[in-house]
């Protein structure tokens, strides 16, 4: 089956340690988007990527960093400089950028 | 300004009614894209229906279909037939412009189907 995994879909850090969260695809999309969702809120882009080795960042990138290495793979760290990291991290994928977004499951990240 | 206005928190249904979420959205574009998103309490975000700025026809798929009011800058998506399991939350996005890689996502509406 194509689809979207994020892994793990819960997870827990204590504060001031960098956690990774892990996005893969089998859809042979080009583009690969990381968001976030607080409570009550819609989603806000925080890092993008058209295609490998390249990325770009999205409205709130600042305490985030994130590579892609392979097409299939785009992982999301969350470091210790990002202030309120708390939140649910959905990954998403197209075709090519500009196209319709897929989402995987998300993670939900709780600092202790 | 919000580029993506959802004025309705929450929003019931009778099963097996017609029901009409309200989006409206802000753009100076001439080329952008509208989208409906449907989430359940899983989490996931399940696209559902996209209309193009272009796009004369209301894009429909199944019971899903988009009221697109261009000079209005509406976007209103209209569910027949409503099904318990389409209890969820629902959430408006815009592209702006053709390639653009962000989505400018509204702040949801939570719909419940009443039996």
């Known amino acids: 089956d194509g689809g979207i995994t994020q892994s793990p879909k819960y997870l827990f850090r204590k504060e001031g340690q960098n956690v990774t969260l892990s996005c893969e695809q089998n859809?042979?999309?080009?583009?690969m988007y990381w968001y976030r969702q607080d409570p009550g809120q819609g989603l806000r882009l925080i890092y993008y990527s058209q295609i490998v080795n390249d990325f770009q960042k999205g409205d709130i990138a600042e305490g985030y960093s994130v590579s892609r290495e392979k097409k299939e793979s785009f992982p999301l760290t969350v470091t210790s400089a990002q202030k309120n990291p708390t939140a649910f991290y959905l990954c998403a994928s197209s075709i090519v950028r500009g196209d319709t977004q897929y989402f995987g499951p998300g993670t939900r990240l709780t600092v202790l | 300004a919000q580029k993506i206005t959802q004025t309705q928190p929450g929003m019931f249904v009778q099963e097996k009614e017609a029901v009409t979420l309200d989006c409206t959205y802000d753009?100076?574009?001439?080329?952008?894209?509208l989208f409906w998103y449907k989430q359940p309490s899983s989490g996931e975000m399940i696209f559902l229906i996209y209309?193009?700025?272009?796009?004369?026809q209301n894009a429909t798929e199944g019971r899903y279909s988009l009221n697109f009011q261009k000079a209005r800058k509406s976007a209103n998506l209209v569910i027949s037939a409503s099904q318990l399991g389409d209890s969820a939350m629902y959430f408006c996005a815009m592209r702006e412009g053709a390639g653009a890689n962000n989505l400018f996502f509204g702040t949801g509406t939570r719909l419940t189907v009443i039996p």
């Open positions: 859809l042979n999309h080009d583009a």
């Open positions: 209309q193009g700025s272009y796009d004369e």
């Open positions: 753009t100076s574009d001439q080329s952008y894209g």
